[in-house]
């Protein structure tokens, strides 16, 4: 019955699901509490009759957001799609920001650490991540080729490092480390020990991406490099892995973000990388906030790096498979 309405007056129902969507959107907002507060600061003339109406007022705050929200989704609608996504950005970077604001932050606090901050955390940061992403590429490819091995001993060893690595918190893996490897006679400092978790964290979570991705190739390149006289090191190395890397490169690089935000986790033995200095500077002056902000702005900076340098690896590796 209801698809036949639809189909019969097509212009009707896209108006009754539009106020539908509308109605939800208020409901839900009333629901979540949304403060009418803002129509105070943009009217000051009516901030004291909803302190009397408060109720009232957050309904009608409810309202002009919905109302707001459905023009800028009309507005954005008239854009071509490289303009809309420009546009949506613009927009939600814009509402960050003020939702920043709102924490009345000291920008010259921010203005005087953030030198010391860029010079001597982001360098750290870039430092671990750097040396901890090409190890547990390497313990990757590794624990992926023996997950695929025939020998049950190498089997054994690769499954058990997987499932051991994958289990334990990163948190307890640094103190592990840190900690229990000087119990055994072997002191070791804070940086390498950061290096070593987070290398074999995520070469054991990458092992798995390895692995599928080498499965995902057909059979018979392997059985047509054999013909043609090459390895199987040969074979992995020129054949299997560039085809492969195709299937790779996406989730491994969402391993990498995930990497570098993870090193935050080796402040814990005193590591002056980003989060460390981020807490220590804030506390000289109770600033935590505004440390805490400008460290997750730097992190989500480095973040888009690394998105953009895996958009180029992809689209590179595409053209290859393409050819």
């Known amino acids: 019955m209801i698809g036949r309405l639809i189909l019969s007056y097509p212009e009707t129902a896209r108006w009754v699901g539009s106020l539908l969507i509308l109605a939800f959107i208020v409901a839900t907002l009333y ?35 919905a109302l707001i929200l459905a023009a800028n989704w009309k507005a954005l609608r008239q854009l071509s799609r490289r303009q809309q996504i420009v546009a949506v950005w613009v927009e939600l970077f814009a509402l960050l920001m003020l939702f920043f604001y709102s924490f009345d932050l000291s920008f010259a606090f921010i203005a005087k650490k953030i030198g010391f901050l860029i010079s001597q955390g982001v360098v750290t940061t870039l430092y671990i991540s750097a040396i901890s992403i090409i190890i547990a590429t390497i313990i990757a490819l590794a624990g992926a080729i023996a997950k695929l091995s025939s020998n049950g001993v190498i089997y054994g060893l690769a499954t058990f490092y997987t499932s051991l690595f994958r289990g334990l918190p990163l948190l307890m893996q640094i103190y592990i480390i840190y900690l229990g490897l000087p119990q055994v006679g072997y002191v070791i400092g804070a940086v390498p020990a950061g290096i070593l978790a987070l290398s074999l964290c995520y070469g054991a979570y990458m092992t798995e991406i390895f692995r599928a991705g080498i499965q995902s190739i057909n059979r018979g390149q392997t059985e047509g490099a054999t013909a043609l006289g090459l390895s199987p090191a ?30 935050s986790l080796v402040s814990v033995v005193g590591v002056w990388e980003i989060m460390y200095l981020a807490r220590t500077q804030g506390q000289t002056e109770f600033r935590h906030i505004e440390m805490l902000i400008t460290a997750s702005m730097i992190y989500w900076i480095l973040s888009i790096g690394l998105e953009f340098a895996q958009s180029r690896i992809e689209e590179r590796f595409g053209r290859f498979n393409a050819r």
């Open 31 to 65: 629901a979540l509490g949304v403060s009418p507060v803002w129509m105070g600061h943009l009217l000051p003339s009516s901030a004291e009759w909803i302190k009397a109406n408060p109720g009232v007022g957050r309904l009608i705050s409810a309202v002009l957001i």
């Open 234 to 263: 040969q074979t992995m190395m020129l054949v299997i892995l560039p085809q492969a890397m195709r299937v790779i490169i996406p989730p491994t690089g969402n391993q990498f973000i995930a990497m570098l935000k993870d090193s």
